[in-house]
């Protein structure tokens, strides 16, 4: 299984977004300057600048990928971004599969899957329901053999 977070926008249409912004920000700052006020320019250049910061960080940490894969034996879980950072593979019998879901609607719950005392905490850019249902899919999937 492949877990990773809903990304609404691709990043040609985030760049299309910073562009329209920026053509905003843009003529405001010279019709501004053309009233004398041209300091408001170097202004709006940092403002654009840090949209698109801002948008290229935000696809980057959406883009992080967790790979679940539930063999005969094992279960390693993967998690990176173009490859895998970290590895953990832990034996099938032993591993744990938790779901902590607090009764406050402002929580999203905690799903865990665990052997020998370590845990490890899975699908952290899902939400309530999604989470619910890794959690319903990968149980069953544990306890087949």
């Not at 905003?24 to 202004?43: D, K, N, R, S, Y």
């Not at 709006?44 to 801002?54: H, L």
């Not at 094992?74 to 032993?94: F, H, N, Q, S, T």
């Not at 902590?100 to 329901?129: I, M, N, W």
């Amino acid at each position: 299984m492949i877990v990773q977070a809903n990304q609404s926008m691709s990043w040609k249409a985030n760049m299309w977004l910073a562009a329209s912004l920026g053509v905003v920000c843009f003529g405001i700052a010279f019709a501004m300057a053309a009233f004398g006020f041209w300091m408001i320019i170097p202004f709006a250049g940092a403002e654009v600048i840090f949209i698109v910061f801002c948008l290229h960080w935000t696809i980057h940490r959406l883009s992080r990928k967790e790979v679940i894969t539930v063999e005969p034996d094992a279960v390693r879980l993967e998690w990176g971004y173009k490859e895998p950072d970290i590895c953990v593979d832990l034996p099938r019998e032993w591993s744990r599969l938790k779901y902590h879901c607090p009764d406050s609607p402002f929580e999203v719950g905690q799903l865990t899957l665990g052997a020998h005392g370590k845990h490890y905490v899975l699908g952290k850019c899902l939400g309530r329901e999604e989470k619910k249902t890794l959690f319903t899919e990968l149980d069953s999937v544990l306890k087949r053999k």
